[in-house]
């Protein structure tokens, strides 16, 4: 069995305990047309759930040939990318934190931004093309994200600018 089996089993576990432990809620503040405290955990446990089935059912890498030097080829092959340096991880976890920090000062869109721009840039390419791609996803997945949670579901979030 492939690491990604392994990891797609492990998903479809998680889900599915994920699923069962939020199935027992209770919610009896929750109205007609109210999701409840209980819709986000259950997209995120079927989401959960399809990325494990997916991971399961994917075809399997090609077998490592004799040769280290040659490239991998592009169809079914799977390439192990290093864990980002010691200080890259240090500034994301020091970002994480003040993002906590300042979620409540600034609120839901300024803080999300700046730590996705952040996150990006950091882990993305070093050059002014990535940093605009990077601040231009981060403007738009913030913009999704809070008109999302705040428009569709009805999330009281601090400081959710929508458009």
């Known amino acids: ?3 990604d089996r392994s990891f797609g089993l492990a998903f ?3 889900a599915a305990g994920m699923f069962l432990a939020v199935h027992g809620v209770e919610a009896p503040f929750a109205g007609m047309g109210d999701p409840g ?3 986000l955990p259950y997209l995120l446990a079927a989401g959960m759930a399809v990325i494990g089935f ?3 059912i994917r075809p399997g890498a090609a077998p490592a040939s ?3 030097d040659t490239e991998p080829e592009a169809a079914g092959s799977s390439v192990m990318v290093d864990p980002p340096a010691l200080p890259v991880r240090i500034a994301l976890a020091v970002a994480l934190v003040a993002y906590v920090a300042l979620f409540e000062r600034l609120g839901f869109t300024p803080a999300t931004f700046l730590l996705l721009a ?3 840039i950091v882990l993305g390419p ?3 093309r ?4 990077s601040i231009g996803l981060a403007a738009l997945l913030t913009i999704a994200v809070g008109g999302f949670l705040t428009g569709l579901i009805g999330i009281p979030l601090p400081g959710v600018w929508m458009l």
Do not use: H, N, Q
């Open 54 to 56: 997916l991971l399961v």
């Open 130 to 133: 990535g940093a605009l791609i």
């Open 66 to 68: 004799a040769s280290a």
């Open 1 to 3: 069995m492939t690491v």
């Open 126 to 128: 070093r050059t002014l």
């Open 12 to 14: 479809i576990v998680f």
């Open 37 to 39: 405290p209980k819709l």
């Open 118 to 120: 952040f996150g990006m």
